[in-house]
Nanobody
Framework: QVHLVESGGRLVQAGDSLRLSCGVS????????MGWFRQAPGKERDFVGT????????YYADSVKGRFTISRDNAENTVYLQMNSLKPEDTAVYYC?????????????????WGQGTQVTVSS
């Protein structure tokens, strides 16, 4: 059974940094692309970033480019999202997802498994 568990979300102030983690079990993590998405209240789930199985290919949404960094530790079956210079508009539930393939994708439909999400709230 596949499990993805996010952690690290909390209330922070604008300009602060935060690191989210996502532990994965039940699949061949080292062969799977991973993604981060977020969903603000009343809005659709949006792409944040994605990382290939090897970590050699990483892509970000324009809204977070230059502020957020995705990384992964295949030995620990964990993917991270480092968020710097946080803004109130970054407030959302953040989800990690395991891809159907090894390649990266910004499309939610290309991800098979999802975590339960972790709340990030950025106050102004």
């Amino acid at each position: 059974q596949v499990h993805l568990v996010e952690s690290g979300g909390r209330l922070v102030q604008a300009g602060d940094s935060l690191r989210l983690s996502c532990g994965v079990s039940g699949l061949t993590f080292g062969s799977t692309a991973m993604g981060w998405f977020r969903q603000a209240p009343g809005k659709e789930r949006d792409f944040v970033g994605t990382i290939s199985w090897s970590g050699s290919a990483i892509y970000y949404a324009d809204s977070v480019k230059g502020r957020f960094t995705i990384s992964r530790d295949n030995a620990e079956n964990t993917v991270y999202l480092q968020m710097n210079s946080l803004k109130p508009e970054d407030t959302a539930v953040y989800y990690c997802a395991a891809g159907r393939f090894s390649r990266t994708s910004s499309k939610a439909n290309d991800y098979s498994y999802w975590g339960q999400g972790t709340q990030v709230t950025v106050s102004s």
